[in-house]
């Protein structure tokens, strides 16, 4: 007689084994996640870093900070207004010059468009125009323009100084100069031997220079333009270091 087969028993557990290998991958990538998200993130805490050393000159970021916040809002009140960005300040012959043109207006003694301040990578230029200060063809300093070409003399900041004369490209009609050369040449000079006798400026540190047609501000095609060209600079020079020894 022959055995009687027992049915098979069958495992209703197996899916176990599944569900740990699942649950051990998933562990394994979540793990993968961290490690590169924390590389990333001291590569970021280094960026960051370098950024702060660069422009820190700048106040991008706040001085007693260690480091930046690399998530919005961490570290930071959200009712603070952003730090502004310090630009480099002008220089102090910059900021005197424009103080006494200023008053100069103010008091009436000047009027608008007579003189004008730009920043060169010389210095300081003040331009004396024309209109303002000599009559056509003249070198002859207008009466009215004394009082406060004297008050800018006796405020002058230290240091060397060039006065620069300027035409426009007309040609010159005149007994006394024979061209704009001259012309420019003599208005400089007239403006050059003012200050010396208003002030306590050193003669060593004074030059003066003519520059006829050639040094324009604006195009001598029009009648304004050609305006702005007639002018005497003086120019306020920014100091040069001494040479190195050799």
Known sequence: MSKKKHPEHVNHERWLVSYADFITLLFAFFVVL????????????????????????????????????????????????????????????????KALVEQQL?????KAGDVTVRETKEGIVLSLHEGGFFDSGSAELRPQSVAALRAIAQQLPSGEIRVEGHTDNLAMHSAL?????????????????????????????????GYAEFHPLASNATAEGRAQNRRVDIVFLKATPPPSPS
């Open 177 to 209: 100069y024979a061209s704009n050369w001259e012309l420019s040449g003599a208005r400089a000079s007239a403006i050059a031997r003012f200050l010396l006798e208003h002030s306590t400026l050193n003669p060593s540190q004074l030059a003066v220079a």
């Open 106 to 110: 103010a008091q009436g003694a000047l």
């Open 34 to 97: 961290f490690a590169s998200g924390q590389a990333d993130k001291k590569k970021q805490q280094k960026f960051a870093s370098a950024m702060q050393q660069a422009f820190s000159q700048m106040a991008f970021f706040e001085p007693h900070s260690k480091k930046p916040a690399l998530n919005d809002g961490a570290g930071s009140d959200p009712n603070q207004n952003p730090q502004p960005i310090v630009m480099p300040m002008e220089s102090s012959a910059g900021t005197q010059v």
